[in-house]
Nanobody, 125 residues
């Protein structure tokens, strides 16, 4: 049974920073794609950042140069360092995993097999 657990969310002021963590268990973590999606109230879920088995990363335009996605395969963890946060970053952030051994990690929520329950990020003006 695969489990993903997010942590690190919270409330910060605009310009602040947070570091999200996703802990994975029960899966062949190191060879697959992992990523972050977010969903704000009343809005559709959107892709944020993804990282492939080799550490290659993808970022949504809205977070480029502000967010950094990384993974520690030895610890089965993925991290999202979020700097220069803006009120529009306010959302529930979800960790997602597709454990297949691939370097193709698209920004499509239907591609990912496993999801965490999310961690809330709130950025005040």
């Amino acid at each position: 049974q695969v489990h993903l657990v997010e942590s690190g969310g919270g409330s910060v002021q605009s310009g602040g920073s947070l570091r999200l963590s996703c802990a994975a268990s029960g899966a062949t973590y190191s060879s697959g794609c992992m990523g972050w999606f977010r969903q704000a109230p009343g809005k559709e879920r959107e892709a944020v950042a993804f990282i492939d088995r080799g550490g290659g990363t993808y970022y949504a335009d809205s977070v480029k140069l502000r967010f950094t996605n990384s993974r520690d395969n030895a610890k089965n963890r993925m991290y999202l360092q979020m700097n220069s946060l803006k009120p529009e970053d306010t959302a529930m952030y979800y960790c997602a995993l597709r454990p297949d051994p691939t370097y193709w990690c698209p920004a499509l929520d239907s591609y990912y097999n496993y999801w965490g329950k999310g961690t809330q990020v709130t950025v005040s003006p």
